[in-house]
């Protein structure tokens, strides 16, 4: 017997069907003796549908009064897969997010959970009841409905999880765990049975889009054992993302690398023959970031003759904005030139064992070049080596890599 | 200056465009320096979409969870009315149930309102704002979310009205007052100024349906003063509910009858030959009660030779299970027979008038045999005298009655 907190997104409750099905799923946990603990989206398209109708009537509507629409999205899941559970004999209560009282910071749209009120929920499950709780909402001090933006249902969930003391939170999502890599990119990917938090990070960050990253550091803050599972399969055990340094031990007799992430929507900017002075770096990232343009990598290599080159990735939309920034800034800055490159690709090994096993970089690059495949930009963090590389070789390198580090599927395996 | 309590039904925020025109009437109002607190309604065709969707999942669906679910339709609506004063300047806030804390029993689906608190309500009017409150809905003290049933909106418009000491509550309908009957058949039906609880309480029980009945009553117990108007016309007064005496003095003056209403719904059933004795209306009426069959009309004449008929009516969808009712308990009654009728229809003179002016119950009586017209059951109140009919004469009845107690419009009036 274990209390587990449960997490289903908009996918996963996107008709009638699909909700009575992730009904029988937690019934099955509450017949072996588990408290349940779910957490749902709204039915998928219901957000969207909500904002259509507020933006008809207000372009840009009242950030408040916005999270009082959307909000009843997640309110409308929570009573139905109450209805659901009790149609299939589960005694079920459900919990808006000011029922419940998850307490938020007043940022409308982006609110933090600051804490919560656990004790009604206790109270359920020790009376015996599966207790439902509407993601990615909560209230404030004054009692006002805020949201916590796109994909926050995760972050309620490891919340609640957090809050609970649960003993796992499980993310169902449409895939059946972490994958080595793009499993559409490379068909012999394989299905992480355990991944860190900080490993985790680095994928969900470079693409690997599964978990919601602030619902990931949220876990990894408060050691709460996260799991992703697939809710269209009845069968699996996911991939558990953990802390445990147990865990970490066991994994130090598994490949250096976890898995390999790509990013296709990125952009490349070189300010050529910029002075070499202290500040030169502000100089131009300054301007960026005033016009609100998120950077990814950076890399300023040694000066020579007293100029420098200095490059950054942005994501591709922003490309065009960020060139306009830097020509305006251009001379002001004392550079020579603005080239760039929109057709190129991320590519970055990711795993908490390079960190014992050193030569992973030099051997990434040279299966890298053996395929002749040239690196215009690399940056390395502990656990992650990322190189861009033009876009034509994002498949090839993705494989390679893949290979070369020995993560495909042992054939006869699942 | 006034403090005005306006409530919007379904019809009237029906759409973005609908909405953005209770907006301006509601600014108009809050420019000319009242305080208006504004309820309303899901958008017409949303608390329909919301309980189909809770019967996929559960035919008959828990009552506590189908409260959570169909609560969200005046939710969204609060929202948007919000976002369509702020685009037009005005300041306004929105409130669930739950946040004003419209306190109800348990009854799920049916709540009575227990108290309200008004003080954010109040704080939020001597700051200028607008208050936009979501109707038909509460909270128990469990905090779970409960719903008035159908109509509850206006009576949640009378309650905050009553609990803020309102100058005046307005109910914004599709039609522009209560009439001195249906418009449609009696095409120079007149719009009443004025009508007292009593008579509105009549008038709406028998078919003249602007008004949900617990609100009038909850009115006339809190000395609300009403107003009915139209939500789609810019002018017009409207019609005055009220219990004020002088407003009932002044009305002296008017026409003895203020309605006339009509309902073609209606069947008849008879019992023939009944034996006369002490407990023989409980017999019939015990079975009918026990099928849960709403009983209108109830007519019992002296009895002759120690038999006596007993006739009443049901509405007509309901005639052939009342009349196998009947059928079943018949050898246990004693009767003789059962006959039944359902091409029948009620027409009703009503008003306070006829407490002061004795002879209009012969009035009627002889406007009908004028026309020929066979009155098959009558019934009496303090201030209604209700005719069962022909179903043929519906039309004939309502247009001579209506004519003869001087209820048409004044040429050239509005």
Redesign the interface.
């Known amino acids: 017997m274990a209390l587990i907190v449960q997490k289903y997104g908009g996918t996963s409750v996107g008709s009638?069907e699909r909700?009575?099905n992730v009904a029988r799923r937690v019934a099955a946990f509450h017949a072996r003796g588990d408290q349940v603990v779910v957490v749902v989206s709204a039915m998928s398209g219901e957000t969207n549908r909500?904002i259509a109708?507020?933006k008809?009537?207000?372009p840009q509507?009242?950030p408040?009064?916005?999270?009082?629409?959307i909000?009843?999205g997640e309110?409308?899941t929570?009573?139905?897969l109450?209805?659901?559970l009790?149609?299939i004999g589960v005694a079920?209560?459900?919990y808006?997010g000011?029922?419940t009282r998850i307490l938020t910071d007043s940022a409308f749209g982006k609110a933090r959970i600051l804490d919560i009120e656990g004790d009604a929920i206790r109270r359920d499950l020790e009376a015996g009841k599966v207790v439902v709780v509407a993601g990615f909402q909560g209230v404030d001090s004054e009692?006002?409905?805020t949201t916590l933006g796109r994909g926050g249902s995760d972050t309620t969930g490891v919340a609640i999880a957090a809050a609970l003391k649960a003993d796992e939170c499980q993310i169902y999502t449409d895939v059946d765990g972490v994958y080595t890599t793009d499993p559409r990119l490379v068909p012999s990917a394989r299905k992480l049975d355990a991944i860190t938090f900080e490993e985790m990070l680095e994928m969900a960050s470079l693409g690997s889009k599964v978990l919601q990253i602030r619902s990931v550091e949220f876990a990894g803050k408060y050691k709460v054992k996260l799991r992703v599972l697939s809710s269209f399969e009845e069968q699996g055990e996911g991939t558990l993302i953990t802390v445990d340094t147990v865990e970490e031990k066991k994994r130090m007799e598994d490949p250096v690398i976890s898995g390999i992430a790509y990013n296709r929507d990125e952009a490349k900017l070189t300010v050529l023959g910029a002075p070499d002075r202290p500040g030169i770096a502000y100089q131009i990232l300054g301007p960026i970031a005033d016009a609100n343009i998120d950077v990814d990598m950076i890399i300023q290599n040694v000066g020579r003759d007293g100029a420098t080159d200095f490059s950054f990735t942005v994501n591709r939309a922003e490309f065009e904005k960020a060139r306009s920034v830097l020509e305006s800034a251009r001379a002001h800055i004392g550079a020579r030139e603005i080239i760039g490159d929109t057709e190129v690709c991320k590519v970055s090994a990711v795993g908490v064992g390079m960190r014992s096993h050193p030569g992973v970089a030099s051997q990434m690059f040279r299966v890298l070049a053996e395929e002749g495949i040239n690196i215009q930009m690399i940056s390395t963090s502990e656990i992650k080596i990322s190189v861009v590389l033009d876009e034509k070789y994002l498949e090839l390198a993705v494989r390679v890599l893949h290979r070369a580090f020995g993560l495909e599927k042992v054939s006869g395996a699942a």
């Open positions: 009638p909700i009575k909500l109708l507020a008809e009537i207000q509507p009242e408040r009064e916005l999270d009082v629409v909000s009843t309110q409308v929570i009573g139905l109450c209805m659901a009790a149609e079920a209560k459900s808006t000011g029922q009692g006002s409905i």
